[in-house]
């Protein structure tokens, strides 16, 4: 017989894919001896089967849910469904990966009319009773039959006003009589139904939407954000209740082991009394700072802090754990390794190595590659902030800075980010559904809700800035205004500037500096620096750009696109007039002018590089592309040039091509035009003996592009030397140097063993590979892409990361046969994929000498290259 449902005891932390991560870890809480109420879980394999057999919860696996729930009877004296000691359960999901707010959860299921009465008569606490009941009946409505939550809201909110409540913990048990009526009316015009009076009915359909709620648009958008399986499925953990909404004594909160934001060893989170867990996380409440509970309940803050201990110790990781408090008892509903920015993150797992808990391996592997941006972000530049003037503040929730248009729907906030607006998402509270807007916003900013609210949780998730609980601000989602403490108005497309980390909101625009790396960050990359294979290097073409890449840790930069030299302002009339050239004679002379600039700029990488690798790509776009493209420019030119417009038009036609891309570009323009990359040559090898004069050490790699055959590279090649070699003769001295060539054309890598045989390097173009492997323009591609993700046709963009099956395949034959040439062949990648963690742990395996990546991709591909070289160890260590 299959197995579908577990008892919490039945189960250990190992089990997350079977169990998912609530109900994994609830089985070891237990098995530890935490107080944990009883409970059971159905399996994410049960979940598959629901999706595979066309949503269909199966009686095999109902039938099987049913004994649990007669032994969960059992545990707690409870009746599922009596009307004198009913017992209660919360339906929630709970995934193999942690996807908060992204799923369904029901509670206080079992309830209906007669058992609400039997609880309030068994209790007699009517008030409480009642307030589950009605929790119950818009939480069921909502999550399985899709019922606006804001049509129970407004009968909640009738009901206050008629009263004159501020707070919902002020209703009385006939308030709440009147509003389950209520409720029930709303659900039954909604439905078509009565609100169901039968537990287990009940019970099935919550089952069946938590499975349902696997599929639902902000799940699938999240794990799309996230990289998770969509194969995996949903756990589905049923557990007694127990009330955090009984009176004072009780309350629910959330509290992390250590600091989210900074990685501070403080115990850190929130709670609300008299409250339900939902309660805390929807952010309808601003709740009170977990140090509060030390006064209000001294034993149960002690017991707390001592969970906290003891679970960090359990797990070695610092833990997220929900607690609720019924009459004063503590009970833990979950643990789970605490969502962090990057900065706890790596305060954390170096605080860890130093406390002797885990090994500087295992702190490499905790530090999510990509979170790393979260360091590199923004913050105000401080000049302009004395002049900002700080309108409200909140919560801190997630650290950084942004400036930009305020907007109040998400809809309309990805639409403008969409049109090249910097949005910052203004809501009251966020919820799942909002995810895609919060992704496309540079901050969220919102009026209710705590540290631990959904808004503050995700935007920390994704490294965006986010204001939380600025309760001093009105937000008019509807009319779209904020209405400040003045009175003041702000409307939809007004700017405004967030700081994440002091919780300060200043009207307009503040000028942003760049972001600072500091705390335990470089001790953390020293670790990763001495466990990684490849080595980093930078595409940077301007001394700006690699003296910042050295500060992030580049070993050498492994492409200089040239022609990014060419669009300088002062520079282009020469590259113009090179172009437009009638003879070789005329393009030489203007050669000589734009070889002295080219030699001003090598030198100085050079002279940065210091002795490092410096890696010059010889010119690759068609000419056509410095040309000017409107009348005035035009006309502009041919007066400077002292031509007639028509002469120029007429050079411009004869440059224009279909298909540019598949054109006269990278190296058969020096197969026509070989004095071009003559030019280079002599520039960069005259610089190289200036540098060496200077005592620094120097050793230019000259990289030809789109090269295709080895004849090609035969002819560019002797050209090259030609030159080079006429300097050392002149100079009277020998500098070392390489010429090697891109492979980012299919037939290079088929053909790489005779390639390399004129090779000194093969560097990986990636980006014209993918291009080219696919038939794919790397412009124009994201227009139909969508498409394809939408339709399950690819997973991923194939430019960000590397398709291993395809591009990779080719990439892996030209490393093969490289090295059956040249078994110690230098081989780096330069595209894009260069600074992609997933495509790096690929180039690790092939066992390349490099990657190539911008600037502020250094750090991430310094730690993605060390996780692949122990990720490796790992699985060697494991066959
Ligand atoms: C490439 O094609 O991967 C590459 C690095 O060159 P470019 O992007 O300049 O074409
Ligand atoms: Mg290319």
Known sequence: MRKFVYQFSEGSKDMKNLLGGKGANLAEMTNIGLPVPPGFIISTDACNDYTTGNKHLSEEIFEEVKIHLSKLETQTGKVFGSTENPLLVSVRSGAPFSMPGMMDTVLNLGLNDSAARGLADLTGDARSAYDSYR????????????????????????????????????????????????????FSQATGNDFPQNPLEQL??????????????????????????????????????????????????????????????????EFLLNAQGEDVV???????????????????????????????????????????????????LQTRSGKRTAKAAIQTAVDFVHEGKITREEAIMRVETKQLHQLLHPAFHESALKNGHVIASGLPASP??????????????????ERGISVILVRNETSPEDIEGMARSNAILTAHGGMTSHAAVVARGMGKCCIAGCSELTINEKEKTITLKTGEKLYEGDYLSLDGSSGNIYLGEIALTEASIGGHFDELMGWADAA?????????????????????GAEGIGLCRTEHMFFDEKRIPYVRQMILAESLKERESVLTILKEMQKADF????????????????????????????????????????????????????????????????????????????????????????????????????????IATKSELSYIKKEIKQVIHAIFDRERMVLPYDIGTMIEIPRACVTADEIAEEAQFFSFGTNDLTQLTYG??????????????????????????????????????????GRMTHEHLKMGVCGEHGGDPDSIQFFHQLGLTYVSCSPYRVPIARLAAAQAALGTKQLVATL
């Open 603 to 706: 030198s100085e990488l050079f002279r940065i590089a210091e002795g490092r690798s410096v890696n010059i790509r010889l010119l690759d776009p068609p000419l056509h592309e410095f040309l000017p493209k409107t009348d005035h420019e035009i006309e502009q030119l041919a007066q400077d040039m002292n031509r007639t417009v028509p002469q120029i038009r007429k050079r411009i036609e004869a440059l224009a091509e279909a298909n540019p891309m598949l054109g006269h570009r990278g190296c058969r323009l020096a197969i026509t035009f070989p004095e071009i990359y003559r030019m280079q040559a002599e520039a960069i090898m005259e610089s190289a003996v200036i540098v060496h004069d200077e005592g620094i050490s120097v050793h230019p790699e000259i990289m030809i592009p789109l």
């Open 135 to 186: 929790r119950f009946i818009q939480m069921f409505g909502d999550v399985v039959f899709e019922i606006p939550s804001y049509q129970f809201e407004q009968a909640l909110s009738r009901i206050k006003k008629a009263n004159n409540y501020l707070l919902d913990t002020e209703l009385t048990a006939d308030d709440l009589t009147e509003l389950i009526d209520a409720y029930k009316l709303i």
């Open 204 to 269: 099935r359909l919550a089952i069946i939407a938590v499975f349902d709620s696997w599929m639902n648009p902000r799940a699938v958008i999240y794990r799309r954000l996230h990289d998770i399986d969509a194969s995996l499925g949903t756990a589905v953990n049923i557990q007694a209740m127990v009330f955090g909404n009984t009176g004072e004594s009780s309350g629910t909160g959330i509290t992390f082991t250590r600091n989210p934001s900074t990685g501070e060893k403080e115990v850190f989170g």
């Open 776 to 817: 794919f323009s790397r412009d124009d591609a994201t227009k139909f892409l969508a498409d394809y993700y939408e339709k399950d046709i690819l997973a991923k963009d194939p430019f960000m990361t590397i398709d291993k099956a395809g591009v990779g395949a080719l990439v892996e034959m030209a490393v093969t046969r």
């Open 532 to 552: 990684k294979k490849l080595m980093i290097r930078v595409n940077a073409d301007t001394p700006t750009d690699f003296k910042k890449a050295l500060l992030f």
């Open 400 to 417: 950084g800075a942004a400036t930009g248009q305020i907007y109040f729907e998400a809809k309309e906030a990805v639409q403008a980010a």
């Open 282 to 332: 929807a952010g309808i409440r601003t709740p009170e700072p977990i140090s509060a509970l030390q006064m209000r309940m001294p034993m149960v803050y002690n017991e707390l802090l001592k969970t906290c201990e003891l679970l960090e110790n359990h797990y070695l990781d610092m833990q997220d754990i929900e607690f609720t408090i019924e009459k004063g008892k503590l009970y833990v």
